[in-house]
Every structure is written in structure tokens, then in C-alpha cells.
């Protein structure tokens, strides 16, 4: 374990609270007061601070701005009715933080700098906590290499952050969703599992292409046979099928293991329904549909929480869904805002008090 120095904290000296409205939140595009930093050099975290949010110095040749060495997270935080401040599981994003920088080669960061500087900065700026329904503080952690060099190879120094953004929904209606078949998010043994910059990067012309036809993001199919349904944009995605609830498994390594696509899986279960992990391929979702079998399609992620869509296109089938009829994705969104506002117990332990 890589032992981590003390954390300086050093405050605003007034808030940018005072003048900011939480009318219309957008998401991402606004910053609290402020930020956590640390510096990886000569094998070792260094200078941990809580400071004001402020823009960061780079040499242009910063090996992440060539290079691509960088990952992230998200976490949300919210507020129960008396005040105090709660941060959903980030103990499984701190996991998977390092489970992807040992996939970049990067250090691993120390649990008392990722956790207890979350605890501190959301502590700092938890007035920053929208209390309204789909709102919450968007927690984003990440890393990146920073050696002024142009070499292709590990960096030998890295920055860690951690920035604040009070938010509203990311998606604010269903979606319509096209099935990609042309391009490919990531293929075995390369980093689709890790939560890389790069990956998002390459999923940008995809989307744009699809937001032509009309559509606002696509769902990625296998990179070998463009056959298997994988993941939607920044979603992992579930199909309802008759009286089961089926989502694409994990371990061709080539999905995002999901904090709250495990969350909807452990709800689903109670719910009652059998939850099944597999290869799905989109000529069983087509055979479903036609059926009259596929009763709801919906993504999960830490900032598109539960995100129902109304179409799915592949090739020229068309695929529509009267989202207001819809049952099951609607109960497991409730159950899970409902432990996220603390209205109901956190019979999981998913709740991390601030």
C-alpha cells in the first residue's frame, strides 16, 4: 500500500454559492467552490489539497494530452430531509478507479486520498447539494499523466482530482437508440471494462452520426460479429423479456462494469424478477419484439441513473414502446432514489454517511 500524506485544506474566501441559481440545472456545467488535488512523483502521492476550484498549469507536452493515459469516475451525493449528506457506494467506484489505472499503468490511488478527500470536499461544499427530484452533487474523480515528455511509455508522474458539479437529469426524456453496427466501442482483451478516456473519445463520431438520423445515442454491439448487444453510449442497458430482465455480461471484458447496473440487478431480484447475464444478441431482442415479449427497454448509469427508451432501431426495424405504460423500470428507479434520499432504509449498506 502506497502510503498517502495528510490532507491541506484550504478554503474560499467567499462562495460562488451567493449568486447561483438552482433553477434549470443543467449537467456538468457547473463547479462548486472546491476541488481536491494530488501529485504522483518519484513513486509516491504528494501535496494532497483541498483548495478553490481554480484552472490547472500543463506543459503542452503533458503526456495524457498525447498520449491518452486518463480515467475517471462518477458518484453522486445527495441530502436526506434532515440536512445531512450521503454518497452513493463510492467504495465500488474507488475499486474500480484502480482496477482501470492498473489497466492504463497507472498508480494506484491510496483509499485515504480517494475516499476521505471525497468525504472532505462533499463535507466542505455539501451546500452545493441540489434537493430536488433527479438532482444531486455530481462527484467526479480522475487521473491523468502529467511527465513533459513525448515518449511513448508509463508516465513517471500522475494528478489526481476530484471536481463537484451540482446537477440535474443528463437525459431529460426517453431516448431513442440506434443499433451500431458499423463502428466498435472496444473488443477483447483491449479496455472497454475500464473507465478510459479514450473510450468515450471514440464513441463521439458514432453518436454524432446517430443524432443525425434522429437518435440520441447508439447501442453497441460485439466488435467481431456486430451480432451482441453490449452497452449505450454512457449506459449499460437491461431488456424486460416476458417476466425476466435480461442485461449483456461482463466478462469478455469489453463492458463497463456498472455500479448502478449492479444496483438495478440487485433490486430486479427483488422485485422478483430473474435476472439474467449473458450474451444477448439482437436477433433474440428482435424475436422478443415480435412477439410481444420485449416489455421495456431502459439504461443504468451513475449519471443517467434509470433512463427509459422509447425506440430501437437496427437496420430498417423499427422498435417503439409506450414508455408512460411501462412498470418495471419505473418501480426499480423509484426504489433506488428512494435509499438514495433516504426515505426507505439502505438495507445494502450502499449509502457512505458524509
Known sequence: MVAAPPIIVQKAETSKLQS???????????????????????????????????????????????????????????????????????IDNYRRFNISAERLKMPPVPEEIFMEGMRLLVDIDKNWIPTEDDHSLYIRPFMFSTEATLGVKPSNSYKFLIILSPTGPYYSKPMRIYVEEKFSRAAPGGIGFAKAAGNYASSLLPAAEAHERGYDQVLWTDAVEHKYVQEIGTMNVFFIIGDKAYTPELSSGTILAGVTRDSAVTVLKEMGFEVIEDRISIDQIIEAHKAGQLREVFGTGTAATISPIKELRYKEYVMEFDVVKWTVSTELKKRLNDIRNSKVGDPYGWMFKV
Open 20 to 90: 447561483f441559481s438552482f433553477e434549470n440545472l443543467p449537467f456538468g456545467k457547473y463547479f462548486t467552490d472546491h476541488m481536491l488535488e494530488a501529485d504522483y512523483e518519484d513513486g509516491e502521492w504528494k501535496s494532497v489539497e483541498i483548495k478553490p476550484y481554480q484552472p490547472l498549469l500543463l506543459d503542452p507536452s503533458t503526456a495524457a494530452i498525447h498520449y491518452g493515459q486518463a480515467i475517471f469516475e462518477g458518484i453522486k451525493a445527495y441530502k436526506d430531509s434532515d440536512g445531512n449528506a450521503f454518497i452513493f457506494r463510492p
